[in-house]
């Protein structure tokens, strides 16, 4: 039912009881099919009572019927048994045969409707046999009647039969326009998209192509709701002025076919040399296709024509991303590299414009892509501000996150932090947590060669959950100046973390990192797990290169952990960019027993490295003889720390004791803590009844997600044995991971829920603010 419908009528119609205490059907589903039943009947008897339904006759059967009117081969008979006026097309071919056209009860009325098919009928019957057939005569006699103002040429269109067009009267009528909508025959063939017919009104009938309707619409406008690539693609063969033509609206065919989706329409229109730079009311064709929405049109108009991606809308300034309504069509246009950053006329980026409209997912493909958090728009707004004035506090959340300011002012002086202390104390909160971060920064890239001990930092797995890390690592840049790359000597990572750490290697920003995660997880996790291997590869060999070596890059030195899973028991194997240690190069149990020994750290692929480390079971397949380093080490500090201690001993006893440096500080950075829950049953045992099949059931999942949760376990004991050991060597051991609210997978996608994790670790980093300005301290000091 539409908004505001209503049930109403009299209760009496909803009793259920008869007065016999017999249950009857309700009276509406009595009504409801009595109606359905006289509809049926309706529509038979019109079927046969129709005085319009053509009916074949002999002629002979008129021979004492008194002759009213004669026009060519048409009679109009005055029946006197039956009183009415009956219309007989004599069949020129057979004079003893006939159709009656209508028999009516009215003189007036069947004078009228034989001049009408008198004027009409005769180019038809006399160019083609195919008319003197039933359903061609009822279809014929039915368009004369419906469109009384129509010529023949349109009733030869609507026909369909190609032999009419070959008739001087239709010929003749090829460029008439004169009915209600000022159309011509070929407008029609168009919107029929019937190519065939069109040929004959083009070589044939010389019918006009620039010709327009009372709407200002050419045959290409037809063409374009008719849905018949083939008919505009025979329109376009010939140099024509209305493939380009504007209708009444503004419009051209290709504004028109982008509004309606038509994407196949679009590719033959830009074949034919339609036009791009023509104004409509939403400014340019691609613009109308980012207004509504239609991906594929968009997307063809840009293969096209690739500099359309740039376009300003003439009334707005605005490009194409700013008409985005959706992620998809925005991601569509930044993947194909428009500029994310691109302002309209009043200086508002495509960022301000979905967070005034208040489209979620939209800012955050925007932010992923890069998109400045803090850009000035009209009247000196950031979208923080507009954000405030919206009191939308996901999208607050999500700015901040990515780097909005609170305390910057607009053109009047007003601060998003002024904003939000008019509406909210939810909104005070956020701002009081925001403000004490470091304003925008530029990081330093020097490396301290001079430093006389080693930093080591270590990076937890956790699926997409290392967008917890990142964000400490920003936290820990902002609060430095310095890059991570260049606050640490060593660096460590499982899975998720060794991705990090090899993005670490490679120089990649983590503001730039933060956006890849967040585009990374729509395109690898798709469909049931375990997920498709291919995109996950893809994303690794473009973000790293797909020949890219371990030791392409020396400094600093990296270590992925992975599992090496072709022996049992399983074994710890370490991705390095360095030479290993001879210790670890050691074989760890019988040689007989025929083991392939790793790949050397020079001839290992980056990519393969990455994805050896993440190949976490259930949620991608081995790589190759590898499972996810998580299963042996999640968090990787103390296996570290063993192979710092066994590369010094190595230099040690290679006389080369001057080059080792004491590891002085470990930074342990977590993909945040979830919540303890509560657990009823561990058991498992063999069940006696249904009952207990299911406590056996339940159990046994629960016992196994606690072996594995115990086994891949990063805090607890893990983080306990690695204080305890740093403390006995006198090094400074620092461990941040957030506690979050809520229990995060690994292959969590909802944008909302983490960007949400993020404000925990945001959360997390003002409350430990005191802890991250030591470690700072310390990473800076010689």
Known sequence: MGDGAQLTGDPVLFQTEE?????????????????????????????????????????????????????????????????TWDCILVNPRNSHSGFRLFQLESEADAVVHFQQFSSQLPPFYESSLQVLHLEALQHLTDLIRNHPSWSVAHLAVELGIRECFHHSR??????????????????????????????????????????????????????????????????????????????????????????????????????????????????????????????????????????????????????????????EMARMLLKRGC????????????????????????????????????????????????????????????LIVFGAEVDVPNDFG??????????????QDLMHISRARKPAFILSSMRDEKRTHDHLLCLDGGGVKGLVIIQLLIAIERASGVATK??????????????????????????????????????????????????????????????????????????????????????????RNYEAPEASREP???????????????????WRAARSSGAAPTYFRPNGRFLDGGLLANNPTLDAMTEIHEYNQDLIRKGQANKVKKLSIVVSLGTGRSPQVPVTCVDVFRPSNPWELAKTVFGAKELGKMVVDCCTDPDGRAVDR???????????????????????????????????ALWETEVYIYEHREQFQKLVQLLLSP
């Open 486 to 575: 260049d606050l640490f000597d060593w660096v460590a990572g499982t899975s998720t973390g060794g991705i990090l750490a090899l993005a670490i290697l490679h120089s990649k920003s983590m503001a730039y990192m933060r956006g890849v995660y967040f585009r990374m997880k729509d395109e690898v996790f798709r469909g049931s797990r375990p997920y498709e291997s291919g995109p996950l590869e893809e994303f690794l060999k473009r973000e790293f290169g797909e020949h890219t070596k371990m030791t392409d890059v020396k400094k600093p030195k990296v270590m992925l952990t992975g599992t090496l899973s072709d022996r049992q028991p399983a074994e710890l194997h370490l991705f």
């Open 339 to 398: 500029d994310v950053d691109s302002t309209s006329a009043s200086g508002n980026t495509a960022l301000h414009v979905a967070v005034m409209r208040n489209r979620f997912d939209c800012v955050m493909v925007l932010l992923t892509y890069g998109a400045n958090a803090g850009a000035r728009g009209e009247n000196g707004n950031t979208p923080l501000h507009l954000a405030m004035s919206k009191d939308n506090v996901e999208m607050i959340k999500a």
């Open 170 to 327: 239709i010929i003749s009528c090829a460029n008439s326009t004169e009915n209600e909508e000022g159309c011509t025959p070929l407008h029609l063939a168009c919107r029929k998209g019937d190519g065939e017919i069109l040929v004959e009104l083009v070589q044939y009938c010389h019918a006009q192509m620039d010709v327009t309707d009372n709407k200002g619409e050419t045959a290409f406008h037809y063409a374009v709701q008719g849905g018949n690539s083939q008919v505009l693609q025979l329109l376009g063969k010939n140099a024509s002025a209305g493939l380009n033509q504007v209708n009444n609206q503004g419009l051209t065919p290709l504004h028109l076919a982008c509004q309606m989706g038509k994407q196949e329409m679009v590719r033959v229109l830009l074949l034919c040399n339609a036009r791009c730079n023509i104004v409509g009311p939403g400014g340019y064709p691609i613009h109308t296709a980012m207004k509504f929405s239609q991906k594929g049109c968009a997307e063809m108009i840009i293969s096209m024509d690739s500099n359309q991606i740039h376009s300003k809308d003439p009334r707005y300034g605005a490009s194409p991303l700013h008409w985005a309504k959706n992620a």
């Open 19 to 83: 007065a016999g205490g017999r249950a009857s059907p309700p009276a509406p589903q009595k009504m409801q099919f009595f109606g359905r039943l006289v509809n049926t009947l309706t529509s038979v008897t019109n079927l046969f009572s129709n005085p319009f339904r053509v009916k074949e006759v002999a002629v002979a059967d008129y021979a004492s019927s008194n002759r009213v009117r004669e026009e060519g081969q048409l009679v109009l008979f005055q029946n006197a048994p039956s009183r």
């Open 722 to 756: 690695a204080r305890a050991w740093c403390e006995m060597v006198g090094i400074q051991y620092f461990r941040l991971n957030p506690q979050l609210g809520t229990d995060i997978m690994l292959d969590e996608v909802s944008d909302a829920v983490l960007i949400n």
């Open 588 to 606: 760890r149990f019988s040689p007989s027993a025929n083991l392939k020994p790793p790949t050397h750290p020079s001839d290992q692929l980056v």
């Open 414 to 427: 007003e601060t998003p932090a002024l904003i939000a202390s008019k509406i909210s104390r939810q909104l």
